[in-house]
């Protein structure tokens, strides 16, 4: 739990605090000074009997009783501190700005294990080292600027990253946001950002807290927690979006099936994101974008009316809605033509309505309010309007504050001219409105947040294997790829059909097995994993006399100790596997096999336990989901089918843990079927 003497303190002192405040310790008392912190502040200096109008303790064994102390002194020294303070003054909070620990070496990281050690003894909570502090509506415990405008309906930010969580706050401040509390959990030593996420989920009041996180993260430590308390969060009304960088490899990562080969970090935390309802931004400006479009009314649809004053930036604005599958409706009929008769002679209602560079005020409220009340194909208004520097937009501003604010349906203020009206879009600002400069960048947030689907919903049921079946086959096994015979037991114990097949060591039984099954058949070899690199797979064999052929020349090849023969189905290419990523459980991803994944890796993919909803939204996900759908007298494949095959590897993925990789590939699929007709599946005991 989170110390409240971290939160609330009552009484502060600075270790390491100067009148410098071109360093860290000097920077920060300021801060505190500035922001009118209304309990005591300490400071310890022993080369200074007075700092910044403070006198001065040489040393913390001097100090009183102390809430929080935040420390900007060498590494070496903070382990004394800690200590003297946790134990004799009840400190229970504790910032510690200064690096040169586990960033830096072993020895650093040693300092900071005692540093923990001692916090944790005592019942502190620690936000550090090596970060630039915390900030909230209580105390300015950061030594960087700029400080947000703070309300307790601000945002949360939690970053670990100092120096990036300075960056984007400016582009936040820019965009006219303010913060609540602004978390750089540097090291993460003790708190990092899932106790955060925790700390805020926990204590979540709907009439008090921030509806609205961000985060920086380069490191998620627990993905399971970070999960459960960011998707509790979104359930309660709050939105969350994050940007998560460190996702790239150097070179590629060798890999034994399909899966491994396309499975990243990087897929990880895409389906980690998209599992908790978390917008997944890509650079700051983005984060500050979908930040301000939380302030504003949810979307309730994805058609949008474009008002605009000037052709260019409505033209952008509409190719970057239209590439992110939002809709902008033709307008016009009699609520068209009633409204052209208030606008200017050229003006267009079309969509994007565009009332000319003349346009003015009065005008644009007569826009807004046809969109809100006559088109009724329009859930929301964007309104593009700068200036040439002619003459002043209050009134344009005036009408789009009151407009926001009265309007059921979004009005977002696309305001481009930072340096024509900059003192306008100031006072826009100062009134409590976000704003947006560039309209390409807003329409691809917008689409962002829209396209971001709700927290997926706990299924932990599956549609119900046969436990104890996959179990003995499981705890029995050895680690490597498993034989086909025991990978068809695998799949059959999760429901999944599998077609017809033996596996057979003698020219003699491939026949009889091909009889059995009746022509045609398939024959493939059983010892390498990539069969097909070495000719390995024989299709639509139709005679005894072929199938003695085959099963001697695969008997030839490298590595091969038997032959496997299916009846030969027909349908649709469909693939279906899973990975093991560390930390995050299993990666479950679905596409069209064959060609269509090696060459155009169409694939969705979601962290197990995977539900029927979000295997339903996998599956259209897909590019290729018209071929699915089934499109020009093609008759696709049964959803219903695939979305069971889905949750049916996800629940068996979920029961055997020890399942590193696994594909099956193809899935031949029909409108009325779908059935396993090649799949691998590697064991590597946990």
Request: with cysteine.
């Amino acid at each position: 739990m989170i110390s409240d003497k971290l939160l609330n303190p009552r009484s502060i002192v600075v270790v390491g605090g100067s009148d410098d405040i071109t360093k860290a310790g000097g920077k920060v008392l300021k801060n505190l000074l500035s922001d009118g912190f209304d309990g005591e502040i300490y400071v310890v200096n022993p080369k200074a009997s007075e700092v910044q109008g403070i006198d001065t303790f040489a040393d913390v064994s001097m100090l009183p009783q102390t809430d929080l102390a935040i420390i900007a002194v060498a590494a070496r020294f903070c382990p004394a501190i800690v200590s003297t303070l946790a134990y004799e003054k009840g400190t229970g909070g504790f910032i510690i700005l200064s690096a040169g620990f586990s960033e830096e070496d072993e020895d650093g990281a040693a300092l900071e294990r005692e540093i923990v050690d001692v916090i944790n003894i005592t019942g502190g909570s620690l936000i550090g080292p090596n970060c630039i502090g915390l900030l909230n509506n209580n105390f300015h415990g950061v030594f960087t600027e700029p400080i947000p405008r703070l309300s307790l309906q601000g945002i949360d930010f939690i970053s670990g990253s100092g120096a990036t969580a300075v960056f984007i706050l400016e582009a936040a401040i820019t965009s006219g946001l303010p913060f609540s509390s602004v978390w750089s959990v540097g090291n993460s030593a003790q708190i990092g950002v899932e106790d955060v996420l925790e700390h805020l989920d926990l204590t979540f009041d709907p009439g008090r807290s921030s509806p609205i996180k961000l985060l920086y993260i380069e490191n998620i430590a627990d993905p399971a927690r970070f999960l459960k308390h960011s998707s509790s969060l979104i359930r309660k009304g709050c939105r969350i979006a994050a940007i998560k960088a460190g996702t790239s490899e150097a070179g590629s990562r060798a890999a034994s099936s399909h899966t491994g080969a396309m499975a990243s970090p990087d897929t990880a935390v895409e389906a980690l994101f998209r599992k908790a309802g978390i917008v997944r931004c890509h650079n700051r400006t983005e984060l500050a974008y979908v930040a301000a479009l939380f302030t504003y009314r949810p979307l309730t649809g994805n058609r949008i009316a474009i008002v605009t004053h000037a052709g260019g930036p409505a033209v952008m604005l509409t190719d970057a809605l239209s590439n992110g599958g939002m809709q902008i409706p033709h307008l016009g009929g009699e609520a068209g033509e009633r409204l052209l008769e208030k606008l200017f002679p050229g003006s267009s209602v079309a969509n994007p309505i565009d009332f000319l560079a003349t346009g003015t005020a009065e005008q644009l409220g007569y826009i807004i309010d046809a969109c809100e009340n006559d088109f009724t194909g329009v859930d929301a208004i964007a309104v593009i309007f700068g200036s040439p520097g002619l003459f002043p937009v209050d009134d344009v501003y005036n009408l789009l504050h009151d407009k926001i604010r009265s309007c059921s349906k979004p009005v977002y203020p696309v305001l481009p001219s930072v340096i024509n009206v900059k003192r306008e879009i100031a006072e826009f600002i100062a009134k409590g409105n976000a704003i947006f400069t560039d309209e390409v960048l807003f329409g691809r947030a917008l689409c962002s947040v829209y396209n971001t689907p709700a927290p997926a919903e706990p299924d932990m049921t599956g549609p119900g294997a046969d436990r104890q079946a996959i179990r003995e086959v499981v705890d029995t096994a050895e680690e490597g790829y498993l034989p086909p015979e025991k990978v068809t037991l695998l799949l059959r114990a999760a429901g999944i059909e599998t077609v017809p097949e033996r596996v057979v060591s003698t020219a003699d039984s491939a026949v009889r097995a091909a009889t059995d099954m009746g022509y045609p058949v398939v024959m493939k070899v059983v010892g390498p994993v990539h069969k097909s690199d070495i000719g390995g797979v024989a299709l639509n064999i139709g005679s005894a006399g072929e199938v003695q052929e085959e099963f001697m020349r695969m008997m030839r090849l490298p590595g091969v100790t038997a032959v496997l023969v299916q009846k030969m189905i027909g349908g649709t290419e469909l693939f279906c596997g899973a990975k093991r990523e560390r930390l995050y459980g299993h990666l479950v991803m679905a596409g069209m096999g064959g060609i269509f994944i090696e060459v155009f890796r169409d694939v969705a993919s979601s962290l197990a336990p995977v539900s029927a909803d979000e295997a339903g939204a996998m599956i259209r996900s897909l590019k290729s989901y018209r071929i699915i759908r089934g499109t020009r007298g093609y008759a696709g494949v049964s959803e219903e089918c695939f979305t069971r095959v889905i949750t049916s590897l996800s629940e068996l993925v979920t029961i055997a843990p020890e399942i590193a990789e696994m594909d099956i590939n193809p899935l031949l699929g029909t409108p009325e079927s779908i059935v396993a007709v090649d799949a691998r599946i590697r064991i590597a005991k946990l």
